[in-house]
């Protein structure tokens, strides 16, 4: 028997070796599989049924009652579940040995004891085994003190479970296995096939190809960092972008604009807010062709429903044509950030002191304040207006210290510029006032003076009529009157307080006359202005004369008498000009709202063009001492602007713009007519059509 | 806290004690109150003056203010005491005073022009000085006993010339600025009788300035009188030399053949024993608080302190605005209160060194401050008259108005204490305004 087993076992291994080595060409895992273990199990049956045989017939009476007590308590515990008849004790599984001395060996179902069966001699159960022929199949049962005779068939079942079977001859274990899954059919991914041999082993392949590598690299055959080669010419001349460009052969890739991503406005059922009212869409052919929506959007029950888009063809041939046409040049485009352009402007907190806040208001005329001015020492202030007055006022209090009635609209005035000659010259139609304020009281000498000069003028005037101005005694106020034969505009004096200068635009050669105070005496020095003159303003150290004209500003040597610079601000129609108190800045404001800046010692052109008025430019102003001028509009606004000029002749001047005052009322169309800065403090005064002065402080 | 949990809803409640240092008629027991959190100083009020009104069922209602750490309280306690930061677990401490507030108006005293200067030194009587050039004397705040006339223009300062040995006989001197240049010194008797105001001119005049004279003030002796003036300068007149007995008599003989004789070439003229000069701009208000510093403040935006004996300036500060009006007073007579051409009050104090920054600002006026004064014995109050019309009562205390008046209708010039308990203030419309009955 063992030398066949062996044989079979040897086979069986040389079988499986032979199956491994060719796995790859196995079609069928599991049939393999099935087929060695139906063979190994075969062989094994075969063995285990020789040797069961074997052992029956050699010791088949030689089972005593202990043995069978195991095998009866073993098939009790199997068949439990089967065929199961409950026990007649019922203690449990308790140590027998407790009830040893005792009359009973447990209860019954009923709890009765059950008392113990008085036990035969050995002798004479000996005897009756050896009568009774059955004796070899009766076990005494402990437990239930009984004894109990197995069957024909428990006897079978007994034998069988010693050979190592199954207890009934009918159950094969070895069924042929039907596999009740369909593999085929139903693709399913996995596979419960065994990993396969071959991947647990190192690839030959893998292995005569490292091989090969190694062979070469020793051979020098395989070289790893090869020295790069240097191009042997290059382009001398070529910045890097052109080579880049030249790199590129064909057509360069333009790419198309990116449009906007549908909203829901553009769904062929959009939502009813989005769909806009008749009345919108009648408001849309109102709006210019480019401002008018492009799309419309529309409801649809359906998306059947929508029709096909009508600029289809029109489109496609316009970008067609964008294709065509479009020139494939490359421009570079630089991007800055527009922040970075703009100009540095210092805070307006360290500009400060400016005009901020209205505080005073004088109020008092009755009709458009047209001209101010305010006294050198700052502690007075004059006004014309249109309804025929000056009135003299308080700086401080704003109380209205006197009246003068010049009968016409005044025009303009200005104070003399020297404390000690408190006069105001006013124009007022073809009239032009000096008045004797009367408020030098201590210098009442000096005021006598000038009244005596005028009656001089009087009694001399009569034979000086030559010129085209007559000096004349004011009829009501002390003063002297000048009767020029057109209206007359303006008012200026030089700082010297002897000349001054007036201006009738329609007065052609004679529209520009510099008088002098103490001679009584008028000349007309200059003679061609191209354009009607506007304003005339002596230089405030030098003697240069500026008269601007409604085109330009023409700048006269007074000393030699010759035109020595002609500003072109380009504005349509100048209006006021003002010059800084270095005497190398002008400002010239202009009817269209606009205001230039000129540095004299730069060019003829504006250094700067300053932002807009919305309306007319009535005046400009600079500051005497605080780097500061204004200017005022009929917009009911002033501005007001920082403007500093430096000494140093390479630095330009600093322009900024500080504050909007506003708070005069217009009135029919005009605004505020004049603006003067406080001659010593950082305030400004304005004069508005609203025939309100209002004094604005820091 | 046993109230705390009571009240679960919007009232907490906060303990408090009230302290006071006011006479036992109105003190009130020291036990801890707890009263509800959202009391304003009306609620305070009241609680307190039930507490007294308890104790003596003949007591007064009358108005307290509450003042927590020298702090007095002007919203509901319990914002005060978020915005101070202090605990409302504590029992906190409150002082009472009396409220300081004007409750009277009198009846205007009316001018024929604007009224530019008031003087309520002296308890008897107001000194009024007027842009018609007239200087007035009211007496009791009601009755024009004097008019001083002489001045060619408005009259823009007015002072009383304080003299100890004089004030007894009831006779006063008073000295005014005005427009037209000069100063002039006036003698009267406040205890004549007259039915009609009495004329009376100027006994001496002062002239050296060379522009309007905007402020004057006495030397606390009385012996001196300082200008400021548009003329960017100050003056120092003396004016006691002149008045031996006999001179004056003479000058009154005189004065009354000149009033006959229609003209006043009799009267004495008098020169300036020392002119300050330092400011660049008009100097806009001088004070005189002590004999030997003059401060004067200008519109070239400095306030300085002057030296008498010297002439030199001592002290300076720039503060940025043109200023119209300047006292010194408060806390040890050093504080240098300003107002200008904002309106913004400030409170200076010079003692401090290095800094120009002020202590305190008022800012509750909306225009010009043209006058600012101290009150003469307390350090807490001031007043200031502004272009809006409003005169306002400051406590130092609080940066909130204890009071305004809105009496004019017009522009106020000016403004001062009278008779400790009363503002005077007068005005672009012509009025005095009188506001008495304040316990400070």
Redesign the interface.
């Known amino acids: 028997m063992p030398a066949t087993m062996a044989k079979s076992r040897a086979a069986f291994k040389k079988k499986a070796d032979h199956v491994e080595q060719e796995g790859p060409e196995e079609p069928s895992e599991n049939g393999f599989v099935r087929e060695s273990g139906d063979q190994e199990e075969e062989s094994e049956r075969s063995d285990v049924v020789g040797s069961s045989e074997d052992e029956g017939s050699s010791g088949e009476g030689e089972i005593d009652g202990e043995d069978d007590e195991e095998i009866h308590q073993s098939a009790e515990e199997s068949d439990s579940s089967e065929d199961e008849v409950a026990p007649r004790n019922t203690i449990g599984e308790v140590p027998l040995e407790w009830y040893k001395d005792e009359e009973h060996i447990g209860y019954d179902i009923t709890g009765k004891k059950i008392r113990k069966q008085a036990r035969k001699d050995k002798i004479d159960s000996f005897l009756a085994g050896v009568d009774d022929s059955k004796n070899w199949r009766k076990i005494y049962d402990e437990y239930n003190d009984e004894e109990v005779e197995l069957t024909k068939e428990e006897i079978r079942i007994i034998r069988r479970l010693l050979k190592g079977r199954t207890p009934h001859a009918e159950v094969d274990p070895y069924a042929p296995y039907v596999d009740w899954f369909d593999w085929e059919d139903k693709g399913h991914p996995l596979s419960n096939a065994p990993e396969p041999k071959r991947r647990f082993i190192p690839s030959k392949w893998e292995q005569k190809k490292v091989v090969q590598y190694v062979r070469a690299i020793r051979k020098g055959l395989i070289k790893f960092d090869k020295p790069k080669e240097e191009p042997r010419f290059y382009l001398l001349w070529g910045d890097d972008s052109s080579v880049a460009e030249n790199k590129r052969h064909g057509l360069s890739y333009i790419p198309a604009p990116k449009p906007k991503l549908a909203g829901h406005e553009e769904s062929y059922n959009p939502s009813i807010e989005y769909i806009p009212t008749q009345e919108e869409i009648n408001s849309y052919q109102l709006m210019y062709e480019e401002d008018r929506p492009k799309f419309i959007p529309r409801r649809y029950e359906s998306l059947r429903n929508v029709p096909a888009y009508e600029n289809a063809l029109k489109e496609g041939f316009d970008r067609c044509l964008d294709l065509y046409l479009c020139p494939r040049t490359r421009k570079k485009r630089i991007n800055i950030d527009p922040e970075s352009l703009k100009p540095k402007l210092p805070s307006k907190k360290d500009l400060k002191p400016y005009p901020l806040r209205c505080y005073l208001e004088y109020r008092g005329h009755s009709g458009p304040v047209n001209s101010i001015s305010i006294e050198v020492s700052g502690q007075w202030i004059a006004s014309g207006s249109t309804d025929g007055t000056v009135r003299l006022w308080e700086v401080e209090t704003g109380r209205c210290l006197r009246v003068w009635d010049v009968g016409e609209a005044v025009q303009h005035l200005a104070w003399n510029p020297l404390p000690e000659l408190p006069i105001l010259a006013v124009s007022a139609g073809h009239k032009v006032h000096l008045l004797n304020t009367g408020l030098g009281d201590a210098e009442e000498k000096m005021r006598i003076k000038e009244l005596l000069h005028v009656e001089e003028v009087l009694t001399d005037d009569a034979g000086n009529s030559v010129s085209a101005v007559s000096w004349i005694k004011h009829e009501k106020h002390d003063g002297i009157t000048l009767e020029h034969l057109k209206t007359v505009s303006t008012v200026e004096w030089h700082r010297k307080g002897d000349y001054f200068t007036t201006i009738m635009p329609s007065g052609d050669s004679r529209a520009v006359s510099i008088h002098q105070l103490s001679k009584k005496h008028t000349a007309n020095p200059i003679k061609k202005l191209r354009a009607p003159a506007v304003s005339a303003v002596f230089h405030p150290t030098r003697p240069f004369f500026f008269v601007s004209t409604k085109k330009n500003v023409r700048v006269y040597d007074l000393s030699k008498n010759k035109l020595i610079k002609k500003l072109e601000p380009g504005l349509r129609e100048v209006s006021s000009i003002a010059i800084h108190p270095g005497g190398d800045n002008v400002i010239v404001g202009s009817k269209e709202g606009k205001m230039c800046w000129f540095d004299m010692d730069l060019s003829s052109q504006p250094y700067k063009r300053l932002p807009a008025h919305p309306k007319d430019m009535t005046n400009v102003a600079f500051h005497r001492s605080y780097p500061l001028f204004a200017s005022c509009s009929d917009d009911c606004t002033a501005y007001v602007f920082h403007g500093m000029v430096y000494s140093d002749l390479n630095q330009n001047p600093l322009i900024v713009p500080l504050e909007i005052l506003r708070g005069h009322t217009s009135s029919n169309g005009r605004g505020v007519l004049d603006c003067k800065f406080h001659p010593r403090q950082p305030w400004l005064f304005t004069a508005g059509a609203d025939s309100v002065i209002k004094l604005y402080c820091h | 806290m046993d109230a705390n949990g009571g009240s679960a809803e919007a009232s907490r409640q906060i303990r408090v004690r009230f302290t006071t240092k006011l006479p036992p008629p109105l003190r009130v027991p020291t036990t801890s109150l707890a009263v509800p959190s959202n009391l304003t100083r009306m609620g305070l009020s009241e609680i307190v003056n039930h507490v007294l009104r308890n104790m003596d069922s003949e007591f007064q209602f009358q108005p307290f203010d509450f003042l927590v750490d020298g702090e007095l309280i002007r919203m509901p306690l319990e914002q005060f005491l978020l915005a101070k930061s202090i605990s409302a677990e504590k029992v906190l401490e409150i002082e009472y005073i009396r409220a300081v507030a004007p409750r009277k108006q009198e009846d205007p005293c009316l001018h024929d022009d604007?009224v530019?200067a008031v003087d309520g030194s002296n308890p008897s009587f107001i000194l009024t000085g007027c842009?018609d050039g007239l200087a007035r004397i009211w007496k009791g705040g009601s009755v024009c006993t004097h008019i001083f006339e002489g001045h060619?223009?408005a009259i823009t300062s007015a002072n009383v010339i304080n003299r100890k040995g004089v004030e007894s006989g009831n006779s006063f001197n008073a000295a005014t600025g005005s427009k037209?240049?000069s100063l002039r010194l006036w003698k009267f008797d406040a205890a004549e009788h007259v039915e009609h105001p009495l004329r009376i001119g100027a006994y001496k005049i002062l002239k050296g300035h060379?522009?309007?004279v905007q402020s004057i003030s006495s030397s606390p002796s009385g012996d001196m009188v300082c200008s400021g003036s548009?003329d960017c300068s100050i003056k120092v007149w003396n004016v006691k030399d002149s008045e031996a007995e006999g001179d004056t008599v003479s000058i009154k003989k005189r004065k009354l053949h000149s009033d006959a004789a229609e003209h006043e070439e009799s009267q004495l003229e008098g020169t300036s024993t020392s002119t300050l000069v330092g400011h660049t701009?008009?100097v806009?208000s001088v004070v005189w608080p002590e004999v030997q510093t003059i401060y004067s403040a200008s519109?070239?935006h400095s306030v300085r302190q002057w030296d008498v004996q010297t002439g030199n300036e001592t002290w300076n500060m720039v503060c940025?605005?043109?200023l119209?009006c300047l006292d010194v007073g408060g806390e040890s007579s050093a504080l240098v209160v300003a107002g200008g051409?904002?309106?913004v009050l400030r409170i200076w104090d010079p003692r401090k060194p290095g800094t120009l920054a002020p202590i305190f600002q008022f800012s509750s006026h909306s225009?010009?401050i043209t006058a600012c004064k101290w009150h003469v014995r307390s350090w807490l109050h001031l007043l200031s008259a502004s272009?809006d019309g409003k005169v306002m009562l400051w406590d130092l205390r609080t940066a909130w108005p204890l009071a305004t008046i809105d009496s004019h209708k017009d522009?106020v010039?000016t403004a001062d204490w009278w008779k400790d308990g009363s503002m005077i203030s007068g005005g672009?419309d012509s009025k005095l305004c009188i506001c008495s009955g304040m316990a400070i």
Do not use: E, F, H, V
């Open positions: 604007w530019s842009y060619s223009d037209d240049r060379t522009a309007a548009w701009q008009c806009s519109w070239d940025g605005k043109a119209n051409s904002d309106p225009s010009w272009y522009k010039l672009a």
